[in-house]
């Protein structure tokens, strides 16, 4: 008698696919770090406000509160521009996504920190 093995391989997927419920909270929690994004860059609009405690221009680092106020306006749109790129991106891998849009979000907040940060030590 003959002995032969089969040895038949599977492929393995190592994390499973999201599903639909999983796409519709991902383009949730992105339409709200845009929501988010807009605030938080408004926000920044008003940064330049700050120079109304200048009595003198020594007493200010206008170019301080200047690089804050950009900080704080235009570096959370680079972070959606970012965010929106690699959630499309592990969308269309099919991998989870959920996260992006969180870090995202906190990368934001820490964006418009930064730059009121920056804003507010112009000040003298």
Do not use: K, Y
Not at 75 to 82: D, S, T, Y
Not at 105 to 124: E, Q
């Amino acid at each position: 008698m003959d002995e032969t093995t089969e040895h038949e391989t599977t492929a393995v997927d190592p994390a499973p696919r999201p599903g639909a419920g999983h796409v519709v909270a991902t383009l949730l929690l992105l339409a709200l770090f845009l929501v988010v994004t807009a605030t938080v860059s408004l926000g920044g609009v008003f940064l330049p406000s700050f120079t109304e405690d200048c009595v003198t221009d020594a007493a200010c680092d206008r170019a301080r509160i200047g690089w804050g106020s950009l900080l704080a306006i235009f570096g959370p749109w680079l972070v959606a521009l970012v965010v929106v790129i690699w959630t499309t991106v592990r969308m269309l891998q099919r991998r989870a996504a959920r996260r992006v849009p969180i870090l995202g979000t906190f990368a934001n907040l820490a964006l418009f920190a930064l730059g009121l940060w920056l804003a507010a030590s112009g000040v003298g």
